[in-house]
């Protein structure tokens, strides 16, 4: 660990080498760009998805890794296919979750706000 890295880093970093080495598998410059664009795109959402699940994470990846081992190719196109169907399900929870948080908040707030002007006429 670099000093000042933080678990949360180490655990992106690992997560996107993973990803970073399959594109490079295809030794094809064009689609190593685009992969890195659209990883770079979703960086925060994958690291969001990936750090609140970890073990999933790690299962879901392991499971890529040994089909493709196997040089299972139907095995491994159902794991990246479950992999990013439950990385679409991790993401659209933990923005609801973050959705209902702001609207407590702003639920919160708005009524703060309405009690201190309540006080004022008073």
Not at 36 to 49: L, M, P, V
Not at 93 to 102: D, G, I, V, Y
Request: aromatic residues 8%; neutral net charge.
């Amino acid at each position: 660990m670099k000093k000042g890295e933080t678990d949360r880093e180490i655990l992106m970093k690992h997560d996107l080498d993973f990803h970073y080495a399959f594109a490079a598998t295809t030794r094809n410059s064009l689609i190593i760009k685009i992969a890195r664009t659209i990883w770079e795109i979703f960086k925060a959402s994958i690291e969001t998805a990936v750090y609140a699940r970890t073990e999933d994470a790690i299962e879901r990846h392991t499971m890529i890794l040994e089909a493709i081992k196997e040089k299972n190719f139907d095995k491994a196109k159902k794991a990246v296919y479950l992999s990013l169907e439950k990385w679409g399900k991790d993401v659209q929870n933990l923005s609801e979750r973050a959705e209902k948080t702001r609207t407590t908040e702003s639920g919160s707030l708005r009524k703060s706000n309405l009690d201190e002007g309540e006080k004022e006429q008073h």
